[in-house]
């Protein structure tokens, strides 16, 4: 076992580097899992939105108006209402929508004075946005319909809140037994865990096998009397016994995290199982990546690429169903769809039902993706052994 | 220190794997990121709401009307069941029964479909409220009917942008913090036990500093080069909506390379220790900023902002990223000189910390 424990040697040489990019993606794959799993969860109830009042007029109207959105919306309070900080907060999806009621609101209101009677603030044409236009068109329209008749502002507003509450309920029918995830942190852990794995072998186990395609110690192996097959064999151990300690690595944190109990559960086996397959996945192709004799700096920008890629085209980071058709079609050729895919399904993250016929396809689907890329590491690397240094 | 620029750029553009690498990087994750987004902008944008409408007693009652002649929908008429057909197959968000009142049925596991559910509710929440109104005072009838513009929209910065525009921030900030590996050479070909030339350096009667500052300039003219031309690639193009400015966003660009060559000779510096332990640092240490920067998840700078404010002032790739908005977005540019001040002053401890660090470092002390 020369060629194995020559590739442990070689890998322990580089534990400090591995350890430091291990507490990276460990940081990263449980705040980014957390981040998200508190994003939709607020995102889930009921088309509830963030909005941002700024009420300057505080008379019974204003107050009125507010209540009605804050009972189907969400407030947010900012440290300051600067034009600059409401765009920020706009920007980067903080909040949905800003309402502001300015002062001599409700005198207006009562001098029959529709035209601009509040300013809002919202993404373009976003649905949000639109949304909350027609509850505010909805409920001045109303006031200022029982203002011009004759009511006062609190007898208007007790005549629309009472129309409001007799609002008839909205009817539901469910066609499917689909589970929405009730708490979708692990799904979202085991989803980012795609990303972390990949991007952890390419940049730990890549340099690895570049420094067993190096003139000198390639010469020094060939020239033994080990037959290339048992060679190429104690490689992949090594391969595998590095890619094993990388997958228990994030898998051992993740019962500590979620429990024991999550993890074991049905749900929880499927997706050590399907991390397990992608494991395989992301080692055949750092092996063939690694027949390459690619310079560390360049590794790390190859790494980055495919492993953010990756994560943008098949749903990582942005979620699946609202990426485009022709984008999921090219992404079913890459295996962190099937990935991703599987984690969606368990976790109830997407609206496709959980069945075990897609589970068992995505599983072999990756598995093929694993042999087709074993088996160009093999023909790379025999191409490599022939080529001149 | 003339030789010194022009030798190491002969150098550096012989290197033609990582040039070639350095180069493909944003471009080729500015493709990707594009196609990615592709979608989602118009996933964003408002289309009329799919709906079926099921007319369960008087065909010509005003509630149908109003339901055909609201903009806001896309309406189907069709019997109850092929009406429960389409909303079981997607085709439709929601089915209205419209008799003598209006009622609204929908697949509540939907979850895409969400907030269309809810526009279809805010309609017949009106129809209801209407009649209400018109019932407790007819005299509002009027006034309910009439054409009322009641917002006034208003824009806070110089003009909206695609929010998925800042996934392209995040980028080229990546690209600037990766700049950070071409820092560490500098630092690694200076010291006489890691590499042969930082070894010959050693031996030479160069003066070190002047050594070091000649590469600092060449690594930082290299790199800004490079950044330069791939993201005019990613505007002219792609079609980034990056163009606001342009000339600020170059010096953005320069800055903000520095900022990355200065920090990777500072953490090469740190250290004796080996260059795959220094590589391991800077991409560790830049993937971290790109993250809290919001580079895989784009709420992220705004949950570092509540939580840690400080960070977002320090955190470099945070600072480029907001640099490109504060010109695309904001009318002042107070924030935006504040950002590259800081990232100024950030090259500037680097490259005074990697100084101090290499000073007195001789071959004899390694």
Redesign the interface.
């Given at each position: 076992m020369q060629i194995y424990n020559a590739f442990l040697k070689v890998a322990r040489?580089?534990v400090?580097?591995?350890l430091?990019?291990y507490?990276?993606f460990l940081?990263?794959a449980i705040?980014?899992s957390q981040?998200?799993a508190d994003?939709n969860r607020s995102r889930?109830e009921?088309?509830s939105v963030p909005i941002c009042i700024i009420d300057e007029d505080k008379s019974a109207a204003s107050h009125a108006l507010t209540e009605y959105l804050l009972s189907m919306h969400e407030s947010v309070v900012l440290d300051s209402y600067e034009?600059?900080t409401?765009?920020?907060?706009?920007?980067?999806?903080?909040i949905g929508y800003?309402l502001s009621i300015p002062e001599g609101f409700e005198r207006a209101l009562l001098a029959g004075q529709?035209?601009?009677?509040?300013?809002?603030?919202?993404?373009?044409?976003?649905?949000?946005g639109?949304?909350i236009?027609?509850?505010?068109?909805?409920y001045?329209?109303?006031l200022?319909?029982?203002v011009?008749?004759?009511?006062s502002v609190p007898e208007a507003v007790s005549?629309?809140n009472?129309?409001?509450t007799?609002?008839?309920d909205?009817?539901?029918?469910?066609?499917?037994g689909?589970s929405?995830g009730e708490d979708s942190f692990m799904y979202y852990y085991f989803q980012y865990l795609s990303?972390v794995l990949l991007v952890m072998l390419l940049?730990g186990l890549s340099?690895v096998l570049i420094r067993f395609r190096q003139k000198d110690l390639r010469s020094r192996i060939a020239c033994s009397s080990m037959k290339p097959f048992v060679q190429k064999v104690q490689l992949g151990l090594g391969c595998m016994t590095y890619s094993l300690a990388i997958w228990l690595s994030f898998i051992l944190p993740s019962f500590l995290i979620f429990g024991a109990q999550q993890i074991l559960s049905k749900n929880g086996l499927l997706c050590l199982i399907n991390s397990a397959v992608f494991t395989l996945v992301a080692t055949a192709l750092t092996l063939f990546i690694g027949t390459f004799s690619?310079?560390?700096?360049?590794l790390?920008?190859?790494s980055?690429?495919i492993g953010?890629?990756m994560?943008?085209?098949c749903g990582v980071?942005?979620p699946q169903?609202?990426?485009?058709?022709?984008?999921l079609s090219?992404s079913r050729f890459l295996p962190a769809y099937w990935y991703v895919r599987i984690t969606n399904m368990l976790g109830g993250l997407s609206?496709e039902a959980f069945s075990i016929d897609t589970y068992r396809l995505c599983i072999g689907i990756e598995l093929l993706f694993f042999f087709a890329l074993f088996a160009m590491y093999l023909a790379s690397s025999r191409f490599h052994r022939r080529s001149p240094d | 220190m003339f030789s010194i620029i022009k030798y190491t750029w002969i150098r550096l553009i012989r290197n033609k794997?990582?040039l070639?690498?350095?180069l493909?990087?944003p471009i080729?994750?500015g493709g990707?990121?594009q196609?990615?987004?592709?979608?989602?902008s118009s996933?964003?944008?408002?289309s009329p709401i799919p709906t079926a409408v099921v007319c369960s007693g008087d065909e010509s009652s005003p509630l149908l009307t109003a339901a055909a002649a609201n903009p806001?929908l896309s309406v189907y008429r069709c019997s109850s069941e092929e009406a429960?057909a389409m909303?079981?197959e997607q085709q439709v968000d929601g089915i209205l029964t419209i008799g003598d009142?209006?009622?609204?049925?929908?697949?509540?596991?939907?979850?895409?479909a969400?907030?269309?559910?809810?526009?279809l509710?805010?309609?017949?929440?009106?129809c209801?409220?209407?009649a209400?109104?018109i019932k407790?005072?007819?005299?509002?009838?009027p006034?309910?009917a009439?054409d009322?513009?009641?917002?006034?929209?208003?824009?806070?910065?110089r003009r909206?942008?695609d929010?998925y525009t800042?996934y392209f921030y995040n980028l080229m900030a990546?690209a600037c913090m990766?700049t950070a590996?071409?820092g560490i050479?500098i630092s690694l070909e200076n010291q006489g036990n890691l590499t042969v030339l930082g070894a010959r350096k050693n031996c030479a009667s160069t003066n070190k500093l002047f050594c070091i500052i000649g590469e600092l300039i060449a690594y930082i003219g290299f790199e800004v080069l490079l950044n330069i031309i791939a993201f005019l690639f990613l505007i002219f193009v792609y079609g980034v909506d990056m163009r606001a400015r342009l000339p600020l966003s170059l010096l953005t660009i320069l800055i903000s390379s520095a900022a990355g060559v200065s920090m990777g000779f500072f953490i090469g510096s740190a250290s004796r220790?080996?260059?795959?332990?220094k590589?391991?640092?800077v991409?560790?240490i830049t993937?971290?900023c790109c993250?809290f920067s919001?580079?895989?998840?784009?709420?992220?700078?705004?949950?570092v902002?509540?939580h840690a404010p400080f960070f977002n002032r320090i955190n470099p790739a945070a600072l480029i990223a907001d640099s490109f908005?504060c010109l695309n977005?904001?009318e002042?540019l107070r924030?935006y000189t504040v950002n590259i001040l800081t990232l100024v002053l950030l090259s500037v401890l680097f490259c005074l910390g990697g100084f101090l660090l290499t000073r007195r470092k001789r071959y004899a002390d390694l």
């Amino acid at each position: 076992m020369q060629i194995y424990n020559a590739f442990l040697k070689v890998a322990r040489t580089r534990v400090t580097s591995i350890l430091i990019y291990y507490v990276v993606f460990l940081i990263f794959a449980i705040l980014s899992s957390q981040n998200t799993a508190d994003d939709n969860r607020s995102r889930f109830e009921a088309s509830s939105v963030p909005i941002c009042i700024i009420d300057e007029d505080k008379s019974a109207a204003s107050h009125a108006l507010t209540e009605y959105l804050l009972s189907m919306h969400e407030s947010v309070v900012l440290d300051s209402y600067e034009p600059e900080t409401l765009l920020d907060n706009l920007y980067y999806g903080r909040i949905g929508y800003v309402l502001s009621i300015p002062e001599g609101f409700e005198r207006a209101l009562l001098a029959g004075q529709t035209k601009d009677l509040v300013t809002t603030s919202k993404m373009p044409d976003s649905t949000n946005g639109i949304f909350i236009d027609r509850q505010i068109d909805l409920y001045l329209r109303a006031l200022s319909a029982s203002v011009s008749s004759g009511a006062s502002v609190p007898e208007a507003v007790s005549i629309v809140n009472t129309a409001v509450t007799q609002s008839p309920d909205v009817h539901t029918v469910s066609f499917e037994g689909q589970s929405a995830g009730e708490d979708s942190f692990m799904y979202y852990y085991f989803q980012y865990l795609s990303y972390v794995l990949l991007v952890m072998l390419l940049e730990g186990l890549s340099p690895v096998l570049i420094r067993f395609r190096q003139k000198d110690l390639r010469s020094r192996i060939a020239c033994s009397s080990m037959k290339p097959f048992v060679q190429k064999v104690q490689l992949g151990l090594g391969c595998m016994t590095y890619s094993l300690a990388i997958w228990l690595s994030f898998i051992l944190p993740s019962f500590l995290i979620f429990g024991a109990q999550q993890i074991l559960s049905k749900n929880g086996l499927l997706c050590l199982i399907n991390s397990a397959v992608f494991t395989l996945v992301a080692t055949a192709l750092t092996l063939f990546i690694g027949t390459f004799s690619i310079p560390g700096h360049a590794l790390n920008m190859i790494s980055n690429i495919i492993g953010l890629g990756m994560g943008f085209l098949c749903g990582v980071f942005v979620p699946q169903q609202f990426l485009g058709d022709t984008v999921l079609s090219a992404s079913r050729f890459l295996p962190a769809y099937w990935y991703v895919r599987i984690t969606n399904m368990l976790g109830g993250l997407s609206e496709e039902a959980f069945s075990i016929d897609t589970y068992r396809l995505c599983i072999g689907i990756e598995l093929l993706f694993f042999f087709a890329l074993f088996a160009m590491y093999l023909a790379s690397s025999r191409f490599h052994r022939r080529s001149p240094d | 220190m003339f030789s010194i620029i022009k030798y190491t750029w002969i150098r550096l553009i012989r290197n033609k794997t990582n040039l070639f690498w350095v180069l493909l990087f944003p471009i080729a994750l500015g493709g990707l990121f594009q196609a990615a987004f592709s979608n989602l902008s118009s996933l964003e944008e408002f289309s009329p709401i799919p709906t079926a409408v099921v007319c369960s007693g008087d065909e010509s009652s005003p509630l149908l009307t109003a339901a055909a002649a609201n903009p806001l929908l896309s309406v189907y008429r069709c019997s109850s069941e092929e009406a429960l057909a389409m909303l079981e197959e997607q085709q439709v968000d929601g089915i209205l029964t419209i008799g003598d009142s209006i009622t609204l049925t929908v697949d509540p596991n939907r979850s895409s479909a969400r907030l269309n559910q809810s526009i279809l509710q805010v309609f017949t929440e009106q129809c209801s409220i209407n009649a209400a109104l018109i019932k407790e005072a007819p005299a509002a009838a009027p006034a309910l009917a009439a054409d009322a513009d009641f917002r006034k929209e208003v824009c806070y910065g110089r003009r909206w942008q695609d929010p998925y525009t800042q996934y392209f921030y995040n980028l080229m900030a990546m690209a600037c913090m990766f700049t950070a590996l071409s820092g560490i050479y500098i630092s690694l070909e200076n010291q006489g036990n890691l590499t042969v030339l930082g070894a010959r350096k050693n031996c030479a009667s160069t003066n070190k500093l002047f050594c070091i500052i000649g590469e600092l300039i060449a690594y930082i003219g290299f790199e800004v080069l490079l950044n330069i031309i791939a993201f005019l690639f990613l505007i002219f193009v792609y079609g980034v909506d990056m163009r606001a400015r342009l000339p600020l966003s170059l010096l953005t660009i320069l800055i903000s390379s520095a900022a990355g060559v200065s920090m990777g000779f500072f953490i090469g510096s740190a250290s004796r220790r080996s260059e795959s332990i220094k590589i391991g640092s800077v991409t560790a240490i830049t993937l971290l900023c790109c993250f809290f920067s919001g580079l895989m998840q784009g709420n992220m700078r705004m949950v570092v902002e509540q939580h840690a404010p400080f960070f977002n002032r320090i955190n470099p790739a945070a600072l480029i990223a907001d640099s490109f908005y504060c010109l695309n977005m904001l009318e002042s540019l107070r924030r935006y000189t504040v950002n590259i001040l800081t990232l100024v002053l950030l090259s500037v401890l680097f490259c005074l910390g990697g100084f101090l660090l290499t000073r007195r470092k001789r071959y004899a002390d390694l």
